[in-house]
C-alpha cells in the first residue's frame, strides 16, 4: 500500500537552532514529491517540487533534498515565522496526479 | 493574479441539509481537485476534475457527495443530507498542465 509517513509530529526549536524533517514514502513508483506549508484555519501553501534522487531545492531559509526512499525538509536558523505544520506529499506514478499527503510535523519555533 | 478562491469560508448546516462548496481555480489553470481534512486528520483527495469531466472520483464518497466544473463558472462540490460525519475543512487545488497544486482557503463546513 503507498503510503507517506512524516517525523517528528511536532518539533519545538528556539530561533536559530537549526533542524530537518523527514518525509518517508512506500509508493509503487514516485511521480513528484512535494512540500507544502500550512497555517492554522489556511490553506496548504506550495514550498517544492522534488521529481529526482539527488535533486536539492532552496528557499530562503529552506532547503528539501530528496533520496529514493526518502526527503527531508531542512530548517536553516529559524524564526519564529517559520512556525506552521509542514507537509509532505507524492503524485505515484501512473496515478491521476492527485497528492497523497503525509500528517504533517507541527513546527514551533520559540523567540 | 489572483490566488484560488473558495466560498463561502465558513459554512453552517443542520443536518439532512445539502451544502454547496464553491471553487474559482487560478487564472489558466483548468486542473481542480476537492481535498476533505477531517478534525485531527490529514488531507485526503477526494475528487479531480477537467472543465465538463470528472477524471477521478475515486476519493469520493459514493453516496450524497458529487462535484463538477461546468464549461462556465466555478467547480462545485456537492454534499446531499449532510451528517455530522461531514464536519471538515474542504479545500480545493488547481494546477496548469504541470503538477503543483496551488491551495484556496478552504470552506469549514460545520453539521449541527
Known amino acids: 500500500e503507498d503510503q507517506v509517513t512524516q517525523s517528528p509530529e511536532a518539533l519545538r526549536l528556539q530561533e536559530g537552532e537549526s533542524s530537518s524533517l523527514n518525509c518517508s514514502y512506500t509508493v509503487s513508483g514516485l511521480r513528484g514529491l512535494f512540500w507544502y506549508r500550512q497555517d492554522p484555519g489556511k490553506g496548504p501553501e506550495f514550498l517544492f517540487t522534488?521529481?529526482?534522487a539527488g535533486e536539492e531545492k532552496e528557499k530562503e531559509r529552506l532547503k528539501a533534498t530528496l533520496t529514493k526512499k526518502e526527503s527531508f525538509l531542512h530548517i536553516t536558523a529559524p524564526k519564529p515565522e517559520d512556525s506552521a505544520t509542514y507537509l509532505c506529499?507524492?503524485?505515484?506514478?501512473?496515478?491521476?496526479?492527485?497528492?497523497?499527503f503525509g500528517s504533517g510535523t507541527q513546527l514551533t519555533v520559540l523567540p | 493574479n489572483a490566488g484560488v478562491m473558495q466560498n463561502p469560508r465558513h459554512l453552517v448546516r443542520r443536518r439532512g441539509q445539502e451544502a454547496r462548496l464553491r471553487c474559482s481555480p487560478m487564472?489558466?489553470?483548468?486542473?481542480v481537485y476537492w481535498y476533505r481534512q477531517l478534525p485531527e486528520e490529514g488531507l485526503k483527495f477526494m475528487v479531480y476534475l477537467q472543465k465538463e469531466n470528472i477524471i477521478d472520483e475515486s476519493g469520493m464518497p459514493k453516496e450524497r457527495f458529487s462535484a463538477e466544473f461546468p464549461k462556465e463558472g466555478p467547480s462545485i462540490l456537492r454534499i446531499q443530507q449532510v451528517v455530522r460525519g461531514d464536519s471538515a475543512a474542504y479545500f480545493c487545488?488547481?494546477?496548469?498542465?504541470?503538477?503543483?497544486?496551488?491551495f484556496g482557503p478552504g470552506t469549514r463546513l460545520t453539521v449541527l
Open positions: 506529499a507524492v503524485i505515484i506514478s501512473g496515478s491521476a496526479r492527485q497528492l497523497t
Open positions: 522534488l521529481y529526482s
Open positions: 487545488a488547481s494546477s496548469p498542465i504541470v503538477d503543483e497544486q496551488f
Open positions: 487564472k489558466g489553470h483548468s486542473h
